[in-house]
């Protein structure tokens, strides 16, 4: 009987391995059929298995030699653990990977510093979505494992190190339910001449993000009026003011000058991103006004969908975080919107 050392692990022969625990996961792959574990790491190896596992490519298994080791699964749940924020679950080892799901609707945060340094740990990796994106209820969110079946136990303290260090490496900040004051500009709207479009797409994308119109206020294209709705609106009690319409560069265009004119401190007027680039993200107080270009009335996914849930998530968005909004800004504008399962905004 002839045995092999590899990474302080033994293997023997399948035919000898009968009464044996298995030590990992042998996986199957039926290609676009199938793709799991065959037989699971603490399996008591049968007579009948012997020719599935031959079957497998397996004629060697690996049998315990853990001299200072972690095995994978274990090594993995550390990991998981330490990197943990809010809000999430984590999944049970499955062929030495620890899974991260959304317990909730949110913003997905990811500390890219953090996960850069901790994916510089010697076999360790861990893999993410891009952050800032919102994620829905059960949404997968990452994964975490180690390479080989086990690692120096060293490597996992370092692990756990650079999530302290970090922490959490992965977080999901719950949407606040706001109470939104939306001014609808445009003398063309509030003559009547023209019946509101702008409106009920807003009033969805906030509903979808679990927040609610207060009011709505249609007002015609003076500096005044706009002024006037903006702070009877947050007098109210609104938590965030959406202005829609009027972000061009028209000479009958007012929204900007009447966010500044109701004492908005300016953010940024302008965002390089398409569709969205004529947005305006202002503060009055700690009360976000956002100016809405005519984009978000008719693009799926737009500057809307990249400021507006940091602000629900309670973020103080920067002129410096719209200005790298540039890397991934542009839309491809595919014929079937697949956003946020796509690069915009990342």
Do not use: W
């Not at 599935?52 to 090594?75: F, S």
């Not at 009026?225 to 965030?240: F, P, Q, Y």
């Amino acid at each position: 009987m002839k045995y092999y050392e590899k990474d302080k692990l033994k293997a023997i022969p399948v035919q000898e391995a009968v009464g044996k625990i298995l030590l990992h996961d042998i996986t199957k792959i039926v290609p676009d059929i199938f793709k799991g574990p065959s037989f699971k790491k603490g399996h008591l190896i049968k007579e009948s298995d012997v020719q599935e596992l031959l079957n497998l490519g397996k004629e060697h298994i690996y049998v315990a030699c853990l001299n200072g080791e972690i095995h994978e699964n274990d090594a993995a749940i550390r990991i998981a653990r330490a990197s943990l924020g809010n809000n999430i679950t984590l999944g049970k080892p499955n062929e030495g990977k620890v899974g991260f799901t959304s317990k909730i609707q949110g913003l997905l945060k990811i500390n890219i510093q953090g996960l850069m340094e901790l994916n510089s740990v010697q076999d360790v990796i861990f893999s993410s979505l891009h952050t800032n994106q919102m994620v829905s209820l059960g949404k997968e969110l990452a994964g975490t494992r180690v390479i080989p079946l086990s690692t120096d136990e060293n490597n996992i303290i370092e692990a756990e190190k650079v999530c302290k260090k970090y922490f959490p490496i992965i977080d999901v900040k719950p949407f606040i339910k706001t109470d939104v004051g939306m001014v609808i500009t445009g003398s063309e709207v509030y003559s009547g001449r023209i019946k509101d479009g702008f409106g009920p797409v807003v009033q969805k994308k906030f509903e979808e993000l679990g927040s609610r119109i207060m009011e709505k206020k249609i007002v015609s294209d003076e500096l005044d009026m706009t002024v006037s709705a903006i702070r009877d609106l947050i007098e109210k009690g609104a938590g965030m003011i959406a202005v829609t319409g009027g972000m061009s560069v028209d000479p009958d265009d007012l929204t900007p000058a009447a966010i500044r004119a109701a004492g908005g401190e300016i953010v940024s007027y302008g965002a390089p991103v398409l569709p969205g680039a004529m947005f305006m993200l202002a503060f009055i107080d700690d009360i976000p006004v956002i100016g809405l270009p005519g984009c978000v009335m008719y693009y799926r996914a737009s500057i809307f969908d990249l400021v507006v849930p940091r602000l629900l998530a309670g973020e103080k968005v920067t002129k410096s975080d719209i200005i790298q909004m540039g890397h991934g800004g542009f839309c491809s504008s595919c014929k079937t919107c697949r956003f946020p399962s796509c690069s915009f905004g990342k």
